[in-house]
């Protein structure tokens, strides 16, 4: 309660001080009115009881909505009774529930975070039961079946409407309809035990001192490892435990008897879960009317097909082989030499142990030095000079009505030329006790053309963990976490530049293989000295940049490694595509027999292992591994028109596109056509292969049709 009124009483000083120079959202509402947007700071819920309120709220009106649309006059129904009211309903829902989820993951009091965990929870069921509403679906289906002329984004919803209708199976007659719904209800449960057993395994082993020798001290003498004179206990499930002791024990058999520990883990309790959960997975495609899991899995994204994505991994794996077989002569050449075994080989216990003695001697980079470069304030002023510059945009900071954190920041964007206010965002930037602790954007509220013929202006979070200050310290950032910066920011810019008409296509509701694809683009600009110069100096002497070197020796570091680390994702990809691949009806699986050999292609085989009941992927991104550098490959083809730009990075005409071709879309029409036009060609995987360290063209990269080449894209990659 004290901390409260503290909190409070530092608020409103703040806003006294601020009062004449910070702007409000009154300054841009002329503006607004001009261009017929709507700009509302959301209105946050104080209590407990007004959070579940808001979402049971929505719920109900959600529900008497979908009522009015089952209830009425089939011979009547119209694209605005049906799809577009559908549409109207989403929004609302999602902007309650997406507070929700912001209060869930930022709010100080541990009671607010607890009731919004449970409205989200409701909220979630609540969904999944929307799609099987059977009043709804028929008045969809009775408008579809007028053959409406539609055209553009408007066909694009009623199309999509329909694919989830049928992909939830309400096109089948009802006993196989209802065959769908039990088997995806009893497939939800196996993957949640799937998981639980993953996060519940627990798998400690327990060496001398002699055994670890190389280990870090820092580790060994970390709370729990030593529990004895000459003993201490790593757990192999403790992925920092894993790869510390692969990237530092100098003796094989410890990394070998880690690494057999490690691949078979939950093997007794997930393999046959696994077994049972394809079957099921098979089952339902089957009866949905497709060959296979991976068909239904790429239906909604831009590979469509698990065969194109197979024949994009499958080209990238014969594009990158000769760099990796390089790569592994090189680290081979050092084992031979530590061994004095002229036989040695490398394997999959000494690729870790190995690259580290590599960056040790030839790529020593002091990764930390470079935080004095980078700091906050001066690196989030300098990325907004340059993406409103490239994106002729203008952001002004202004007064959050509410904070949920006392430095919380709201910002407004508008068109630079125009002064057309665009969106708004929140930044909450550094970590504190309950708060969500990753790096994300989180929608708040969604682009949207309202039935007033307004347009609804989007508000989005970015909620971060940089290095807080400390007493005599401002904070500063590591080179990644510049990265990561202008990585989220992008996601931000995604959304806010929505010109999308219906929430369901707005900014970053593109495909799932595509939404990573212009925030990994981003990325490449935190690694070209040009753009760094503009803001990263030595915060104690900022007339000090960033030495030359320090960048060039980190890219030779990053490119000396990339083709073992890229080899082991489409590994990885390899076996989730494979095992979601055609299968016979009824045959039993066998993950381990399916999956094994695959594993063996990279390093050399190994016996007795099942990783795919460790490989958490496989519920939740199933048939989507490939997604991670099918983003990738996108991201560095759209890099080209950037850098091949009269000025590259701070180019405005490609910024400019950039905004027109692929921000303001989002969903509202085939990714391809977007990419496209963006890039003024069709689509190639070589600028990727380059980015890759791969400049002679493999044959099976040279730029197929774009159909056959397709691009990636979710979350952070695995940490197996
Ligand atoms: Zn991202």
Redesign the pocket.
């Known amino acids: 309660m004290k901390r409260f009124l503290l909190v409070s009483l530092s608020s409103a000083f703040a806003l006294t001080l601020q009062a004449e120079s910070v702007k409000s959202l009154s300054d841009f509402q002329a503006a607004a009115e001009k261009a017929k947007a709507v700009l509302v700071i959301p209105e946050w819920p104080k209590t407990p009881i007004e959070v579940q309120g808001e979402v049971n709220t929505a719920i109900a009106k959600a529900n008497a909505a979908l009522d009015l649309i089952g209830k009425q006059d089939l011979a009547k129904a119209s694209f605005q009774s049906t799809v577009v009211a559908l549409d109207n309903i989403q929004n609302e829902a999602q902007i309650a529930v997406a507070k929700a989820v912001v209060i869930q993951q930022t709010n100080q009091d541990p009671a607010m975070r607890e009731a919004a965990e449970k409205s989200v929870k409701v909220f979630q069921d609540w969904a999944v039961g929307v799609d099987y509403r059977e009043d709804v679906y028929k008045a969809v289906k009775a408008f579809a079946d007028t053959k409406p002329k539609l055209e553009g984004e408007d066909a694009l919803l009623l199309e999509h409407a329909l694919r989830d209708y049928r992909r939830a199976g309400l096109a089948l007659p009802p006993d196989k309809r209802a065959e769908v719904e039990k088997l995806r209800k009893e497939l939800a449960q196996l993957e949640t035990d799937f998981q639980a057993n993953i996060v519940a395994v627990k798998a400690p082993v327990v060496f001398t001192k002699a055994e670890l020798e190389g280990v870090p001290e820092t580790i060994l003498e970390s709370p729990g490892v030593k529990t004895g004179d000459d003993s201490y206990t790593l757990l192999a499930n403790v992925t920092f435990h894993y790869n510390t002791v692969q990237e530092t024990a100098k003796k094989e058999e410890t990394r070998k008897h880690l690494y057999q520990v490690r691949f078979n883990l939950a093997r007794e309790k997930n393999v046959p879960l696994l077994n049972n959960i394809l079957t099921h997975r098979n089952q339902i495609a089957l009866k949905l009317g497709y060959k296979s899991w991976d068909d239904f899995q790429t239906e909604i994204k831009m590979a469509k097909s698990g065969a194109a994505a197979r024949t994009f991994i499958n080209d990238l794996v014969a594009g990158l082989q000769p760099k990796f077989d390089a790569e592994v002569a090189e680290l081979r050449k050092l084992k031979v030499a530590q061994t004095k075994d002229s036989n040695a080989q490398i394997n999959k216990w000494d690729w870790r142990y190995f690259q580290n003695e590599l960056k040790k001697d030839q790529y020593t980079v002091d990764t930390d030095a470079l935080r004095v470069y980078f700091p906050f304030q001066r690196t989030l002023d300098g990325m907004f000079n340059i993406y409103q510059n490239i994106f002729g945009l203008k952001f002004t900071k202004i007064l959050a009505p509410q904070k949920w954190v006392d430095d919380l920041q709201l910002y407004v964007v508008a068109d630079a030329s125009s002064g057309e206010p665009l969106g708004m965002f929140y930044l909450d930037m550094f970590p504190r006790d309950g708060k969500f602790n990753h790096f994300?954007?989180f929608g708040i509220v969604p682009g949207k053309l309202l039935t007033d013929g307004k347009y609804q202006r989007p508000t989005v979070a970015l909620v971060c963990n940089f290095p807080p200050p400390t007493k005599d310290k401002p904070s500063l950032l590591s080179h990644s976490d510049v990265e990561t910066l202008f990585?989220?920011f992008?996601?931000a810019l995604h959304s806010i530049l929505t010109r999308a008409k219906y929430v369901r296509f707005a900014g970053t509701n593109v495909p799932a293989d595509f939404?990573?694809a212009p925030?990994?683009m981003l990325q490449n600009w935190v690694w070209e000295k040009k753009v760094l110069d503009t803001f990263a100096a030595d915060y104690r002497d900022p007339s000090k940049k960033i030495p030359a070197e320090m960048i060039t020796k980190m890219k030779e570091a990053k490119l000396a490694t990339v083709g073992v680390y890229y080899r082991r994702q489409f590994t990885f990809a390899d076996v989730d595509l494979t095992l979601h691949d055609v299968h016979p009806e009824g045959e039993p699986y066998d993950s381990v027999a399916l999956s094994n050999p695959i594993f063996a292609k990279d390093f050399f085989p190994v016996d007795n292992t099942a990783f795919v009941a460790f490989f958490g992927h496989l519920a939740g991104y199933d048939a989507g591994y490939y997604g991670y550098a099918w983003a990738d490959a996108i991201a560095a083809d759209m890099a080209t028109v950037f850098e091949k730009s009269p000025n590259g990075y701070f180019d405005k005409s490609a910024g400019m596109k950039l905004r027109q071709e692929i921000y303001a879309p989002g969903g509202s029409r085939e990714v391809d056509i977007s990419i496209r036009n963006f890039l003024g060609r069709d689509r190639s995987i070589q600028p990727y292969l380059k980015t890759l360290g791969i400049e002679t063209p493999a044959k099976a990269g040279s730029a197929p049709p774009a159909e056959s080449n397709p691009g990636a894209a979710p979350?952070q990659p695995p940490k197996p």
């Open positions: 994300a954007q990585h989220e992008g996601h939404v990573e925030s990994q979350p």
